[in-house]
């Protein structure tokens, strides 16, 4: 309702009165929250297999309501049709999902086989980076970001990667090396930790 009528409550409540953009860009933007909504949905009910501490739970809550909402306020005003950095934006938002998800399919079919209990998945996207989940999200932000065709989603954008850099990739390290010990530091030798052939 926000982004088809010129004022809502959200935009009364800042003070502000809010101007529908482009309507291709609205539905772009639309799609890629359902797109994401749906892929969150089958990680945590599916694919994952196991239980979520509050810790863990809690930020991406927040995290996905920051997507959700921001990007989706941040771009219903923009005027301009979609052109081509839209569209980049579209093929990283689905490269991104391909290695968020991809990498988590891939690693619950090696942890699925019970000669593999216990070991180390270094497989797949994993080969690529020790992250390929962070490393996606960032790739889906980014280009969720791009579509809004508003310079402020980079805050967004900046916030999820410090977030992995900073914060979620040393902690999960730190958990990793503990737990595999050498069959983690002979991974960490040959693998970048987040961003394939880079970092």
């Known amino acids: 309702i926000l982004l088809r009528h010129r004022s809502g409550t959200v935009g009364r409540l800042c003070g502000q009165t809010w101007v529908p953009g482009d309507e291709g860009r609205r539905v772009v933007l639309a799609v890629l929250g359902v797109v994401l909504w749906g892929r969150m949905t089958l990680t945590g009910l599916f694919i994952l297999r196991r239980r979520f501490g509050w810790s863990e739970a809690v930020p991406v809550i927040l995290a996905s309501a920051l997507y959700q909402w921001g990007f989706a306020m941040l771009g219903a005003g923009a005027k301009a049709p979609l052109g081509a950095l839209a569209w980049v934006g579209v093929a990283l938002f689905a490269i991104g999902s391909v290695f968020n998800t991809g990498s988590e399919l891939q690693r619950r079919a090696f942890k699925e086989k019970p000669e593999n209990a216990g070991k180390l998945y270094t497989g797949g996207f994993f080969a690529l980076t020790r992250h390929p989940n962070y ?53 960490a030798r040959r693998t970048k930790r987040f961003i394939p052939f880079v970092y």
């Open 135 to 187: 490393f996606g999200d960032s790739l889906w932000g980014l280009g969720w970001a791009l579509v809004t065709r508003n310079p402020w989603s980079a805050v967004i954008v900046v916030i999820e990667v410090s977030g992995f850099v900073f914060s979620q990739i040393p902690t999960l390290d730190r958990y990793l090396a503990s737990h595999y010990g050498d069959a983690y530091a002979a991974w």
